[in-house]
């Protein structure tokens, strides 16, 4: 391996089918094209044999790789998806293999993953995001611990939009209860569920005190509204440390650099013959105008890091690192632009 360097993948492969029905859902909703469905398993008939493909990929590459390997839907409705998790773990060139799931099987399904098909509690993490339309905190979050029970690394994800501030204080106060770690980010207003809203909620009066109370990052916060809204011109060091792969085996240096299309695209990974080639410098200014919306993408931004960030097996909560004051300045002019002054005035009372 390349010296062992390491970086980070990010992979949503076609698996499809999902057994909740969020309105909000970033995969979009079932019968409206190419995302999210409740009537078949994967997207596509290709797909199966297109993942399985993309896993070969992943294990030739000459780097230790920290792998998000994520699905549209549902990753512990399908074995035959697992099954290639499990696979992909074992390569020599992977440090961790993170399914982000809605923790809603994991009693059912995760015994199974790990005694019948040999999953390794140590190489495994869960990313599992709370949707308070689908599944009680209560419940959730006896899943969860009984995944952390099991040696597996989990993180409960809560997204904070207008309408569930109860509910993440009650989820808050049993992960408490349970010593589980709870990350909190500020929800995005996918599909127009929240009929009259903006795509970023945080000005919502009920929101702001969410994220008081639950003591939420304000950096990183401030990361995805600036990365929503105005990422040219910010340090990233995706291309570099991190890449993302599309459903297709398309491979970019981060998902938002998808609308470039074949301008910004690095290789596919189902050509047996492509090699992944990264920047050697760590940080480059991000090209795009708007909509870096994921959080994969933005937290390699420099402007994300922050000091005395631990090693973990997740690509959701950050990594180490300083910013420089010219990079802050250049954040906080682009925020008064977006949302204006409330805004700012806002993020600067959570950080007090």
Not at 150 to 159: I, T, W
Not at 190 to 214: H, S
Not at 244 to 253: A, E, K, L, R, Y
Request: include cysteine; proline fraction near 5%; charged fraction near 25%.
């Amino acid at each position: 391996m390349e010296d062992q360097r390491s970086i980070n993948i990010w992979y949503v492969c076609g698996l499809s089918l999902c057994n909740f029905d969020c309105s909000y859902c970033a995969s979009g909703q079932p019968g409206q094209g190419d995302g999210r469905t409740n009537d078949r398993m994967w997207r596509n008939e290709d797909d199966p044999a297109r993942y399985q493909k993309v896993l070969d990929w992943i294990g030739r590459q000459p780097y230790r790789i920290g792998l998000r390997l994520q699905t549209i839907g549902e990753p512990f409705v399908s074995w035959d998806f697992l099954k290639g998790a499990v696979r992909i773990s074992e390569s020599p060139n992977i440090r961790f293999v993170e399914l982000v799931t809605n923790g809603s099987l994991l009693k059912k399904r995760l015994p199974r993953f790990i005694d019948d098909h040999g999953a390794d509690p140590g190489r495994f993490s869960l990313w599992v995001t709370y949707h308070h339309t689908e599944i009680s905190a209560p419940d959730l979050v006896d899943q969860v611990g009984f995944a952390r029970d099991l040696g597996v690394e989990v993180v409960v994800n809560s997204l904070v939009f207008p309408d569930n501030a109860d509910d993440l204080r009650h989820l808050a106060a049993l992960c408490r209860e349970r010593d589980l770690r709870l990350n909190v980010d500020l929800g995005q207003n996918f599909n127009a569920a929240y009929e009259g809203r903006p795509f970023v909620t945080v000005l919502d009066d009920k929101v702001v005190a969410v994220m008081r109370d639950l003591k939420t990052d304000p950096r990183i916060q401030v990361t995805s509204i600036t990365a929503w809204g105005s990422p040219a011109g910010l340090q990233c060091s995706a291309g570099h440390d991190y890449v993302h792969i599309t459903p297709d085996g398309d491979v970019f240096p981060c998902r938002g650099y998808q609308a470039g299309g074949r301008k910004t695209r690095l290789g596919s990974a189902v050509d047996e013959t492509f090699t992944l080639d990264l920047r050697q410098e760590e940080f480059m200014r991000c090209a795009l105008v708007r909509g870096c919306t994921c959080k994969e993408d933005f937290l390699h931004m420099r402007m994300a890091r922050t000091p005395g960030r631990g090693d973990h097996r997740s690509l959701g909560l950050g990594y180490p690192g300083t910013v420089p004051d010219s990079e802050l300045a250049l954040v906080h002019g682009k925020l008064r632009r977006i949302q204006g002054v409330a805004l700012m005035r806002v993020l600067e009372s959570m950080a007090e």
